[in-house]
């Protein structure tokens, strides 16, 4: 439910649910309806804001023991999209068409490293013209099964981007993606789980400059696509795409690796959302 707009659930909900001293503020329907319960509520005697779900109860504020958290709690999520660390976009690759705030740090950050030195908590890659920006909100509400959901956003750089690379100089005037190499390092452990596939959740988009075609379909815009990291508490995310020129039915040389460059996970943000 990061990338929908909170809103109260409906009365019947609420009755049926005890919440103490705490006032329900927001909630999540996106999130209910996939059986994930996500509502932010108040105690009214410390004013502390909390995200209630079916496994957990997080304070949203960390660092704040202020009595007007909430204010504080909004304050920050203005501040944010004020500074363009979020923003409105599309959904996701399924809900192509409608947009709402998203969660998903983007780029350029100015946040510091959060958990693992010098990895940041969005990353930007570029390989010859096809730009990789990645980064991943933690979901309390998902408990273990889903941990971290991250966003990938995928495209071919067109000649306005600083960082542009001609058809002629990067060899292709599309180019298709094959498959899929993530390495997810845990920090607790120390642990890399590897996660290689072919295509991102069943697809293999093919990129042109300004747009890309998925399953028959011309898009414009960035292809992005979201999927979930599994249990997981603190580490971080990379990996890299292979990509063929032009297409898999029409080759015009051999595959070649795409960067996506590492990304930070962190289950104790200063604020949740």
């Given at each position: 439910g990061y990338s929908s707009c909170p809103r109260l659930p409906p009365p019947q909900y609420i009755k049926t649910r005890n919440w103490g001293n705490c006032i329900l503020v927001a909630g999540c329907l996106l999130s209910m309806k996939q059986g994930m319960e996500k509502c932010f509520c108040i105690d009214i005697e410390t004013g502390t804001l909390f995200l209630r779900s079916h496994t957990s109860i997080r304070v949203v504020a960390k660092k704040s023991q202020?009595?007007?958290?909430?204010?504080?709690?909004?304050?920050?999520?203005?501040?944010?999209?004020?500074?363009?660390?979020?923003?409105?976009?599309p959904i996701d690759v399924e809900l192509r068409g409608r947009n709402a705030i998203t969660l998903y740090p983007r780029f350029p950050s100015n946040s510091p490293p959060i958990v693992t030195e010098g990895v940041p908590p969005v990353s930007r890659a570029v390989t010859r013209g096809i730009e990789v920006i990645a980064s991943a909100v933690y979901v309390p509400q998902g408990g273990t099964r889903i941990g971290f959901i991250y966003s990938i956003r995928v495209r071919l750089m067109t000649p306005d981007d600083d960082d542009y690379v001609s058809p002629s100089d990067r060899g292709f005037e599309t180019c298709q993606l094959v498959s899929r190499h993530w390495r997810i390092t845990n920090d607790s452990t120390g642990q890399i789980d590897r996660v290689d596939g072919q295509g991102v959740i069943g697809m293999h988009p093919i990129l042109r400059e300004g747009g890309y075609t998925e399953a028959g379909e011309d898009f414009e815009g960035t292809f992005q696509y979201q999927s979930c990291t599994g249990n997981i508490k603190k580490g971080s995310f990379g990996g890299h795409m292979k990509f063929v020129p032009e297409t898999l039915k029409t080759l015009a040389g051999p595959s070649f690796d795409v960067e996506l460059r590492p990304f930070v996970l962190d289950n104790q943000p200063a604020f949740l959302y």
């Open positions: 202020e009595p007007d958290e909430f204010l504080l709690w909004l304050e920050e999520y203005a501040d944010r999209l004020d500074s363009g660390k979020i923003g409105v976009g």
